[in-house]
């Protein structure tokens, strides 16, 4: 246990590390980009998922005080950049029927960070129950959001579950590349990021238990590295954390001294910027899987 808690924690400090020192590359480069709303992948995903993953580090408490403070600094940095969530109140005006906002809020909104207005909106969208058709592990997340939230709803967790890929048990290799995606976004969900890991049905938990090692293995292989990252979270939100020294110390190997990440084996680009956005992910990715893992291994 000592030596993975070691190696989780040194992963997730160097990502954060690594986060923090360069995430002015992440900044809205001018207004231009504040008022473009119809493209959140480019304009502010990276930004949400800072939020995400320093929602995370707070929420837990088990990083040390330096990431402690970098957490905080890198979401307020990110609320800024949204306009102290006046952004996603636009979003939401603008587009009534989309949930990345309220997806993206509830990180916000878990560590103190709260905008009224949005909250009403949501509020009123939740009673209209008006919202674009979604995957099924997507429903998960917006079921999530509006329980972290407080916004009462009926919403039956474990049948949204059973809509799922995962929840459905099938074969094994029947996993592409997006599938596994979803799969992690299934269990992250439905646990609100490990916090409710007794809320996987036994069923789930021993299918999870038998082919994780499998899927690790392929994934680590392909040198899939985001993916990995994203499997070892979904290991750290079962209901008993499975956290094996080797497939963190895979995981660590592919790290730089620095703390960068690469998402997988392809060539790094030169320019800070399209390295920063290219790469970006794994490192919240990383943060994530090491403040989880330290967190269930301390039974915190």
């Known amino acids: ?13 160097g990502a954060l590390g690594w986060l923090h020192a360069n995430h002015e590359l992440g900044a809205f480069e ?16 990276p930004l949400c998922e800072l939020g995400l993953a320093s929602s995370l580090v707070l929420r837990e408490g088990v990083a040390g005080t330096a990431e402690q403070r ?31 906002p309220l997806e993206t809020y509830v990180h916000y909104a878990r560590s103190g ?19 674009t058709e979604v995957l099924p592990n997507r429903r998960l997340a917006v079921a999530n959001a509006h329980r972290v939230l407080g916004v009462h709803r009926d919403d039956d967790l474990v049948m949204m579950l059973r809509q799922t890929w995962l929840g459905r048990t099938p074969q094994p290799w029947a996993l592409d ?16 990021w490990g916090a409710l890991p007794g809320d996987l049905p036994p069923d789930v938990v ?19 590295w985001d993916l990995l990252g994203e499997l070892l979270i979904v290991g750290a ?40 956005h ?7 990715v990383a943060t994530i899987a090491g403040t989880l893992t330290l967190s269930r291994l301390f039974g915190t």
């Open 70 to 100: 970098a957490a905080s600094e890198l979401l307020d940095f990110s609320w800024k950049q949204m306009h102290e969530g006046d952004l996603l109140y636009e979003r939401q005006l603008r587009h009534a029927l989309l949930t990345d």
């Open 278 to 284: 290219d790469h970006q992910h794994t490192a919240v």
């Open 206 to 224: 021993e299918y999870l238990e038998n082919w994780l090692p499998a899927w690790i293995d392929v994934w680590a292989e392909a040198e899939q």
């Open 1 to 13: 246990m000592t030596t993975v808690v070691h190696v989780a924690h040194d992963v997730a400090a």
């Open 113 to 131: 960070l709260r905008h009224e207005a949005l909250e009403q909106v949501l509020a009123q969208c939740s009673v209209a129950d008006s919202m």
């Open 237 to 276: 939100c079962l209901p008993e954390p499975r956290c094996e020294r080797a497939e963190w110390e895979l995981f660590a190997r592919a790290q730089h001294a620095d703390g960068f990440l690469p998402r997988d084996s392809g060539p790094v680009d030169d320019d800070p910027r399209k390295r920063y």
């Open 177 to 192: 590349w997006y599938t596994a995606y979803y799969m992690t976004h299934t269990v992250f969900h439905l646990t609100d």
């Open 30 to 45: 001018d207004d231009a980009a504040i008022a473009d709303l119809n493209d959140p992948d480019e304009a502010y995903k």
